[in-house]
């Protein structure tokens, strides 16, 4: 990392030396860098398996959980939908009984 330990500040040097930590990698697979602080991450993926399959790994994961969650809120609002119907057709029910 850069004198300050911050991932923007890193030379192309700092990362053509080392691995990508655990936190880097996680932050590369969110996106959570801008265009300027993931180029040398990019860089570095195109001679380093080792964090190339770390960052795979990551995006996959990623994946399933943007994937899973989606099917919960899916879920979710369906179940609202179906809870506003029946409490609709419950106080239809009501006033025409």
Known sequence: ????????EMTEDDIENRHMNPDEVERYSLGDFSEAEAAPFDEHLLVCEVCRKNVEASDAYVAAMRAAGSQIRQKTD??????????KLRAAAGRSG
């Open 78 to 87: 369906k179940s609202h939908l179906r809870s506003r119907s029946c409490a």
């Open 1 to 8: 990392m850069g004198e300050n330990g911050m991932a923007g």
